[in-house]
T-cell receptor, first 114, second 114 residues
Framework: GENVEQHPSTLSVQEGDSAVIKCTYS??????FPWYKQELGKGPQLIID?????GEKKDQRIAVTLNKTAKHFSLHITETQPEDSAVYFC?????????????FGTGTRLTIIP | ETGVTQTPRHLVMGMTNKKSLKCEQH?????MYWYKQSAKKPLELMFV???????ENNSVPSRFSPECPNSSHLFLHLHTLQPEDSALYLC?????????????FGPGTRLTVL
């Protein structure tokens, strides 16, 4: 089955700086990669996703890049703000093999230092 | 809010107790999920229901028993739990059961088994 590794497990950055979280996956057939943000006391919430037919996707201060050859994808947050502090999860799945479940990483706790 | 509610938010139970977790979604979705979230571990998918029919059971011990009486409600019945079952239990829903559909998570039930 799919295995997703996520690094780092914790990350602290100064407000205004950029944050990068990296994930690797094992199944070369995986083609859908969402990122979820979990704030304290809440469930995870989808913030951005990317499919394997594109290498990069951007939504305001958030971007995701995908390297299919190396089987890794990354979340980039620019101009970080205190409200970006949360736990971020990457995930991977194969969507063209029927109902394939999402396999999640172990999460990154991001702290923005004011 | 995400449109997915869970009750109770916190639950403490002994190993011989029987309790139930409740999830309700107000989004008109057809698929509902139970996940287990433990510290420093990836989210673990437990059960998937699509149109009130269980479509996936991820080798979950029989002391966890799901019930989906209709497409808006999902229960997780608990009995004879073990201390290692202590975790955050998350309910989620999506339009359809496929992994590329955005999953909307509830805030979770923090379960402590004594």
């Amino acid at each position: 089955g799919e295995n997703v590794e996520q690094h780092p497990s914790t990350l602290s950055v100064q407000e205004g700086d950029s944050a990068v979280i990296k994930c690797t996956y094992s199944d070369s057939a995986s083609n859908y990669f969402p990122w979820y943000k979990q704030e304290l006391g809440k469930g995870p919430q989808l913030i951005i996703d990317i499919r394997s037919n594109v290498g990069e996707k951007k939504d305001q201060r958030i971007a995701v890049t995908l390297n299919k050859t190396a089987k890794h994808f990354s979340l980039h947050i620019t101009e970080t703000q205190p409200e970006d502090s949360a736990v971020y999860f990457c995930a991977a799945s194969r969507t063209n093999f029927g109902n394939e479940k999402l396999t999640f990483g172990t999460g990154t706790r991001l702290t923005i230092i004011p | 809010e995400t449109g997915v509610t869970q009750t109770p938010r916190h639950l403490v139970m002994g190993m011989t107790n029987k309790k139930s977790l409740k999830c309700e979604q107000h989004l008109g979705h057809n698929a509902m999920y139970w996940y287990k979230q433990s510290a420093k571990k990836p989210l673990e998918l437990m059960f998937v229901y699509s149109l009130e029919e269980r479509v996936e059971n991820n080798s979950v011990p029989s002391r966890f028993s799901p019930e989906c009486p209709n497409s808006s409600h999902l229960f997780l019945h608990l009995h004879t739990l073990q201390p290692e079952d202590s975790a955050l239990y998350l309910c989620a829903s999506s339009q359809e059961q496929f992994s590329y559909n955005e999953q909307f998570f509830g805030p979770g039930t923090r379960l402590t088994v004594l």
